[in-house]
């Protein structure tokens, strides 16, 4: 009862899309302020009964109720209750009504929060997120039905994937879809903005929160995804340039120079056009990755099973939207003009620079994941491109980036005489070099340059926050006063926590790739390995444990420092009853300063093959992306953003200093 | 006209992946084409393995130059083996052309079993039991069926289960084209 | 799925080297079953004899080259993670940094479209010193 209920629910929460993108743009083609009006029930609602269709498909999971297709393939009576509930978006069907769940959330969101905009606009803006999310109703209508019976109906289930039964599935797709899908409230604006020809500073102050605050989440759930893989794929790797991956991290980058180019439009009208066509272009990513994750086209190892009838749909999809937005921007452009003049260094110059790395970095790792495809249907053979290529190409491509991180907070608008700058910088410069050229003297293994640069880019970025701090911890007469780090708005902490985070991050994989050791040995019990001066581990038992649906073989180690035990790591293997599926799970012991990972191998005779891996400050890794999510929050939290504009915004006709729109190309 | 230009862009480039994708809709990216099509038949690896036994009608590789004939890659193991089994042995059963089998690192007291319940089809079968001969060929799932003409070079590949479409609409006509 | 066949593949020995070597040579070739994994990280039974293969090559003196080519010869260009410099992948490798040239080109057309000319860049440090002048007078004022 509950499944038709909930199909119910979402046929008739399309309604209230259907709703939404029209009686609004009716209303502003009429000028009718009822019309207008009536998206705010209408997205309420939506959400409502979005809300109540996720909420029958979980308690369809929660109670085994087989004879519901989905329930049958991907749960299990034996599968412990939160992995049922994460188990509702672990397939094609159920991510999808996640993917409208969140959409309607963000549609509502931005419904209750949008009083201060004027009503056309906002009219426009909640009509477009409508009409996005009738697409998806009729997607997940029409091909892909979370809600379909099977007949008859199986007494248990096929069980999780194995590799899905782990808190990480809980909390990665979620965060990554509020992400994705939040990158639609930009575009929204961005479509309603070229519709109106309107492009001031009030429009980049209404978008930026909504946009820090998406970019954030997408950034926390890259970050989960990644710390998930390490962890639960038993191989210590945590970043493998898999299409799926490169699906997320895509409209990441196209999202952070949307940040940036927001600034600069709010601050000073530049930029327009970068800001709309980042904005088009940052959904438009994200909805390309939905679609490469489930049309078949490219293998992943996240890939949902495949239909190329999904897929055809998807595509024409795509075109609506994507081939809709950018032929608007093609049309209206011209209608978008900057103000400024500014000089070539200088802030804008600088931000400039960074979209462009970004735009460039994009389109490098879009190149390298459709490449296969693109020679395969050439008819030109089957390549693959791997991780390899992307290190090879990413890493030249963001050194520029990097360097600029640390001057543009320095930087000032307009004009940036060089040498002013340069000597607030010398001692960041300094310090980071000789960090550089000395750090990696201290360590066991041979010099390497890369590590070097590494380091330099890392302390780098950190000076120029540190800079950024020391310089306006000062009075204009001179003297340090701490208490006016204080007076920074949120959006300069945001800021810098970003920064930081990135410096943590370059130094995490810098440190990383320089200085892991791996060692792959066949032990048996009582073995004792050295894995380096000081440290060894101990092969002390093996024992069969059983878990709520999995049967475990578990190996004991004992880590030895100086011959005392300090500590101890459990891998296992895994065979999952339902599937029969074995897995890898890693014994990890963790640090600040690094990990120790053991996996398990291939078992020989009385022992394992096993695999070691030091991995020194592999953690800031994860705490430098961490940093970067929350520093896209704490700059939303901007009290400038908060703050209710009584008289100022409201669009009349005789508005004309505001609106461009008159001049016909 | 430059600015036209310059703001479709952007259009132009998403016409050009939309296309790309569209045409990705129909190849399946999972599939490996051979290097070996046209190219000799590397027969010298299969001489040098053991025989599953000593067949009635086995013969010398050497005899199965001047002859159309097919290897067939399969295992006790392999699900998909078993599928496809039933029409390899309608196949052996027309004596079209001789179906040499390849047991990849399978048992041969299983190999044994396997094929006196299921069916022989094959001339003769021979053993790869540490895998070396399959990688020589390029194999990298069980089942794969390869077609050798009769001046000893691979002419076509098959990669998963064959089908009664695949042997009736590609097999048939190249053995028979090839026959001549 | 694995069973206890007779003859197994007997071990290589490899020197610290050559470990290295191998290490780095299994991340760029790519497990065909799988095939979302490096030879390096793969469980399946393939992997497995490929990954023997490479260390046999090694231990009898073949270049990495060599060993790259031994196995596109078996297995086509799939087999590779790192694809080969050739004319089909002239644009994959190139087109990174071809548009990274095209970005610094468009970076200094639009600059020179919205440049400051020599005056305003004048007046701007005027500004500049007489903003400063208001913010100390301010913060006298203020007593801090």
Redesign the interface.
Same mark, same amino acid.
């Given at each position: 009862m509950t499944a038709e209920l909930g199909h119910l629910a979402l046929a008739l929460a399309m309604l209230c899309g259907i709703c939404l993108a029209v009686f609004p743009s009716l209303g502003v083609w009429r000028r009718d302020a009822r019309l207008m009006a009536m998206a705010t029930p209408a997205a309420y609602w939506q959400l409502l009964l979005v809300l109540l269709a996720f909420v029958c498909l979980i308690e369809n999971f929660i109670n085994h109720d087989f004879s519901i297709q989905l329930v049958a393939s991907h749960s299990n009576r034996d599968l412990p209750f939160w992995y049922r509930v994460a188990a509702s978006w672990g397939s094609h069907e159920g991510s999808m009504l996640l993917w409208i769940l969140m959409l309607a959330a963000w549609t509502a969101a931005l419904a209750a929060l949008s009083g201060h905009l004027p009503q056309a606009m906002r009219a426009r803006v909640l009509a477009v997120l409508g009409a996005v999310s009738i697409g998806f109703y009729l997607f997940a209508l029409l091909t892909s039905n979370p809600f379909e019976r099977v007949v008859p109906a199986p007494i248990n289930g096929r069980d999780l994937n194995p590799l899905l039964q782990d808190p990480g599935m809980v909390f990665h797709p979620p965060l990554l879809y509020m992400g994705y899908v939040g990158f639609s409230v930009a575009f929204a604006f961005a479509i309603a903005g070229l519709i109106e020809g309107r492009f001031d500073s009030a429009w980049a102050r209404w978008v930026r929160p909504w946009t820090n605050v998406a970019w954030g989440f997408l950034s926390l759930g890259i970050c989960l995804g990644s710390f998930w893989a390490y962890y639960e794929l038993g191989w210590g790797g945590w970043w493998f340039w898999d299409p799926v991956e490169n699906a997320s991290f895509m409209p990441w980058l196209t999202g952070t120079a949307l940040i940036h180019s927001l600034a600069v439009t709010e601050k000073r009208g530049n930029f327009r056009s970068w800001t709309v066509l980042l904005a088009i272009l940052s959904f438009s990513l994200s909805l390309l990755g939905t679609f490469l994750v489930r049309s078949g086209v490219l293998t992943s190892v996240h890939a949902f099973a495949t239909d190329p009838t999904r897929g055809v749909f998807i595509l024409m999809f795509l075109c609506i939207v994507i081939g809709g937005s950018l032929s608007l921007y093609a049309a209206r452009a011209h209608s978008v003009q900057a103000s400024q003049a500014y000089s070539l260094l200088s802030r804008e110059s600088i931000l400039l620079a960074n979209n462009i790395l970004m735009v460039v970095a994009m389109f490098a790792v879009l190149l390298g994941t459709l490449y296969p495809l693109i020679l395969d249907s050439l008819d030109m053979g089957k390549i693959s491109v791997g991780p390899p290529y992307f290190d090879a190409v990413f890493v030249p491509l963001m050194l520029p980036a990097l360097f600029l991180m640390a001057v543009g907070p320095l930087s000032r608008w307009r004009d940036t005489p060089v040498l002013p700058l340069a000597q607030r910088m010398r001692w960041a410069f300094a310090a980071s070099l000789v960090i550089a050229l000395l750090l990696p003297l201290t360590a066991d293994s041979d010099y390497k340059p890369m590590t070097a640069l590494g380091l330099l880019m890392a302390f780098w970025v950190a000076g120029g926050v540190a800079m950024a701090a020391f310089e306006n911890m000062k009075t204009p007469s001179g003297a340090v006063d701490l208490s006016r780090l204080a007076l920074q708005p949120g959006s300069w902490w945001g800021m810098q926590l970003a920064h930081l985070g990135v410096a943590a991050f370059v130094l995490g994989v810098t440190l990383v790739n320089s200085y892991e050791i791996e060692i792959e040995k066949k032990l048996s019990p009582g073995d004792v390995l050295k894995i380096e001066e000081g440290l060894s581990l101990r092969y002390a038992e093996t024992t069969a444990r059983q878990g709520p649906n999995y049967e475990a073989i578990q190996v004991r180690f004992e880590l030895i420092r100086d011959q005392k035990v300090v500590g101890e790591l459990r891998p296992e293997k895994r065979r999952y009853k339902a599937s029969n599926m074995v897995m890898t799970e890693a014994g990890i012991k963790r640090s600040v300063l690094g990990d120790l990972y053991i996996s398990l191998g291939e078992a020989v005779d009385g022992g394992w093959v096993t695999r070691i891996q030091k991995k020194p400050a592999v953690n800031w890794i994860w705490i430098g992306v961490v940093m970067i999510g929350f520093g896209g929050f704490w700059a939303a939290a901007d009290a400038r953003y908060r703050r209710r504009r009584v008289n100022s915004l409201r669009a009349s006709p005789s508005d004309a200093s505001s609106k461009i729109g008159k001049v016909s190309g | 006209m430059s600015r036209w230009l310059k703001a479709g862009l952007p259009l132009l480039f998403f016409l050009v992946i939309a296309w790309f994708l569209l045409k990705g809709l129909d190849r399946n990216p999972r599939e490996i084409p051979s290097p070996l099509i046209n190219r000799a038949a590397p027969v010298a690896v299969l001489e040098a393995l053991p025989r599953l036994d000593d067949r009635a009608q086995a013969i010398a590789f050497k005899d199965l130059i001047g002859q159309v004939w097919l290897l067939n890659v399969w295992g006790s193991w392999c699900s998909g083996c078993q599928i496809e089994h039933p029409l390899l042995n309608r196949l052996a059963a027309e004596k079209l052309i001789p179906i040499v089998g390849l047991a990849w690192k399978d048992a041969p007291a299983q190999s044994h079993e396997w094929l006196s319940r299921l069916g022989d089809p094959y001339t003769m079968v021979v053993m790869d039991l540490q895998g070396k001969a399959a990688i020589e060929w390029g194999v990298y799932g069980a089942p794969e069926t390869f077609l050798i003409d009769k001046n000893n070079k691979v002419r076509y590949k098959h990669v998963g289960p064959l089908s009664l479409e695949i042997i009736d609409k590609e097999l048939r006509p190249l053995i028979a084209s090839l026959k001549q | 799925?694995?069973?206890?066949?007779?003859?197994?593949?007997p071990p290589v020995a490899l020197d610290e080297t050559q470990q290295q070597r191998l290490?780095r040579l299994y991340?760029?070739i790519?497990c065909?079953?799988?095939?979302?994994? $490096?030879l390096?990280?793969s469980?399946a039974?393939?992997a497995?004899?490929?990954r023997h293969?490479v260390q046999t090559q090694i231990a009898k003196g073949s270049t990495d080259d060599q060993i790259k080519g031994w196995l596109?010869?078996? !297995?086509?260009?799939?087999?590779? !993670?790192?694809?080969q410099m050739q004319a089909?992948?002239a644009?994959?490798?190139g087109?990174?940094f071809v $548009?990274?040239a095209a970005?610094?080109i468009?970076?200094k057309l639009?600059?020179r479209r919205?440049?400051? $000319?020599p005056s305003?860049?004048q007046v $701007?440090a005027d500004q500049l010193r007489r903003a400063?002048q208001l913010?100390?007078a301010d913060?006298?004022q203020k007593g801090?």
């Open positions: - | - | 799925m694995s069973q206890a066949l007779p003859n197994p593949l290490r991340a760029e790519r065909l079953v799988c095939q979302n994994q $490096s390096a990280d469980a039974d393939l497995v004899d490929l293969e596109v010869e078996r !297995y086509g260009d799939f087999v590779l !993670y790192k694809p089909s992948t644009i994959l490798w087109g990174p $548009s990274l970005g610094a468009i970076w639009v600059q919205r440049s400051l $000319s305003q860049r $701007s400063k913010l100390v913060d006298d801090s």
